[in-house]
């Protein structure tokens, strides 16, 4: 982007499709800032050499739960000092930061607003060039405000998502909004994020668009805007309370990760053997052409290391299969970046390698959008899946095709017959090819991904089942009115439980969350409150117990 325009401060902005997450660099009179660092920090410290900078701060708008963030190699590498909410509770050497604070160097003048609801010590950087203006003209909003979206509220232990939401609202309506329509937003991240459910593709706004055009700011009241955002929360992959871990305490420089080793078929073998993962990184048609049976695909092309940590969670031992090293060792950096740190090889010489080792090769046959219409039509015992997010699906769906949102797919084949057939779409064929490898590893049999996805079913002119109207209605209720809200905590079969109610229309719904996974245990409705709440009770402790069976 280079320089703001007009202005004497140079400005930066780094944009990781990977993570869908943007950093941001701004420098004046010989000195720079860095704001929100990705792991490896190369980049910055290049950026900074070409136009002459030295990095004396870094700042972090919150604890990231989503990616392992580079502050603390930064500030090693540079001397610079490191500026965290005051509430982050940060282990390592750091300026715990509070409202009104600033930092001034050359004719840039940063000021700290404290803006908690993503997280508790989330902060907003308003930022000033003073050859233009004694008024910030930019604020950086980290995970409290993104283009079209705002932060998700449940990603801060010792708070419930509601609580969270109603300091998210004060936030943005007494901090945030109080300042000029013209100022400049530029957010931590973009569309395809899981810190927001809707992010728009642009990488910056201002206060005035967002004001006309967030969804969320048009909730009309602080508790529609807390039910706006928790009332379908997405489900939070495992390692992001994992990544804000390693954040309050800054991770270890990327160069102290060992190399990895090329490993030849048999070692490889060995190592699956003792629990290790063979996860292939090349694209859907190679690996559907022949791949190594039990591997786990995820293709290095579309947002890998987001869905590596939420389908292999930071603990499991990960052997690579790629075409190449190059591919390998952007793998292995893209893994750090969300903490996997636990990569102990590659197969050398990729799979051509295994086959010359005379061991076997699986397929997963890759079939078109037309391909699948017909079969569906032919092979009445066809389970057609669908592993799309929710929203998604209630955009339009294939009828007759049943939703398993790939982050809840290993855990929700119960219902499914491994020894029917399966063919399995998302949008584009991505997430299906990683869906098609994790049913393979189930224990499927004859499991087809469908090129193109939905995109390609729609292009076909092939016919879309819309979503029923009352489905529609719930989810813009927003627009509608909903009253006599009510929000209580309940301990469930030593659960903490949340139990929310509201009437809508002449009908009572009440929902049951559970706090710590942050999972929705049950949605219910009933002409009065209480038999709504007691039947969402009812299902949730059914649930629960459930839950405990199955870990004992
Ligand atoms: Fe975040």
């Keep these: 982007m280079g320089n703001f325009p007009g202005g004497g401060v140079y400005f930066e902005h780094f944009y990781l499709s990977c993570l869908a997450h943007a950093s941001y660099m701004a420098g004046s009179e010989g000195v720079a800032v860095v704001i929100d660092p990705q792991r490896d920090v190369e980049i910055y410290l290049e950026e900074a050499r070409k136009n002459g900078l030295r990095i004396e701060h870094v700042i972090e708008t919150h604890l990231h739960a989503d990616f392992v963030s580079g502050h603390r190699e930064l500030a090693d590498r ?24 600033e930092i001034t160097f050359g004719r840039c003048r940063l000021g700290f607003l404290e803006t908690p609801g993503h997280t508790v010590e989330s902060i907003c950087i308003l930022v000033t060039d003073l050859d233009r203006s004694p008024d910030p003209f930019a604020v950086l909003t980290g995970d409290t405000l993104f283009i079209g979206d705002v932060g998700r509220p449940d990603l801060s232990p010792g ?23 013209e100022v400049e937003v530029y957010p931590a991240h973009g ?33 529609e805007f807390i039910h706006l955002l928790t009332d379908a929360l997405p489900e939070r992959p495992g390692y992001f309370m994992r990544d804000a871990e390693i954040n309050r305490s800054g991770a270890a420089p990327l160069a102290d990760l060992p190399p990895i080793p090329a490993l030849d078929a048999y070692e490889v073998l060995r190592l699956q053997e003792r629990g290790a993962v063979v ?12 791949h190594i049976p039990n591997s786990v695909h995820i293709a290095l092309s579309g947002q890998f290391a987001a869905w590596a940590g939420t389908i292999l969670g930071l603990e499991l031992e990960i052997v690579l299969a ?36 005379g061991l ?59 020894h029917r057939p399966v063919a399995v779409h998302c949008k584009s064929g991505y997430r299906s090819s990683v869906a098609a490898s994790l049913l393979r590893r189930a224990g499927f049999r004859h ?13 076909a002119g092939l016919p879309v089942s819309t979503p029923d109207p009352a489905r529609n209605y719930i989810r813009t209720w927003s627009r509608a009115k909903v009253e006599a809200y009510r929000e209580r905590r309940i301990e469930l079969r030593g659960w903490p439980v949340n139990l929310t109610s509201y009437r809508l229309g002449d009908r009572f719904h009440a929902k049951a969350d559970n706090i710590s996974p942050g999972a929705t245990l049950a949605r219910t409705s009933a002409s009065t409150r209480e038999e709504a709440e007691t039947l969402a009770l009812a299902r949730a402790e059914e649930l629960l117990a459930e839950t405990q069976r199955r870990s004992v």
């Design 78 to 101: 540079t001397g610079a000092r490191i500026y965290v909410g005051a509430r982050a509770g940060a282990t390592f050497p750091h300026v715990p930061v509070r409202e009104g604070d």
């Design 159 to 181: 708070h419930t998502p509601q609580e969270l939401a109603g300091l998210l609202y004060d936030s943005l309506h007494e901090k945030l909004f109080r300042l000029p329509d």
């Design 191 to 223: 569309a395809g994020s899981l810190c927001g459910k809707q992010i728009s593709s642009d990488r910056f706004s201002t206060l005035g668009r967002e004001r006309a055009t967030n969804y969320a700011l048009k909730a009309a009241s602080r508790d």
């Design 279 to 290: 996860l292939d990184t090349r694209p859907a048609a190679l690996f559907g052409a022949g």
């Design 322 to 357: 790629a075409e190449d090293e190059d591919r390998v060792s952007e793998a292995r950096t893209r893994l750090a970046r969300v903490g996997i740190e636990s990569v102990v090889g590659y197969l050398g010489g990729g799979v051509e390698a295994w086959k010359r080792a």
């Design 360 to 418: 076997a090769l699986e397929q997963v046959p890759q079939i078109s959008a037309q391909d699948l219409a017909r079969l569906a039509v032919e092979q009445s015992e066809l389970q057609v899946l669908d592993v799309r997010r929710q929203a998604e699906w209630e955009e339009g769906h294939i009828e007759g095709a049943r939703l398993k949102p790939l982050n809840q797919l290993a855990r929700a084949m119960d219902d499914l017959d491994p």
């Design 447 to 459: 499991v087809r991904n469908v090129v193109g996805g939905f995109d390609a079913w729609k292009s």
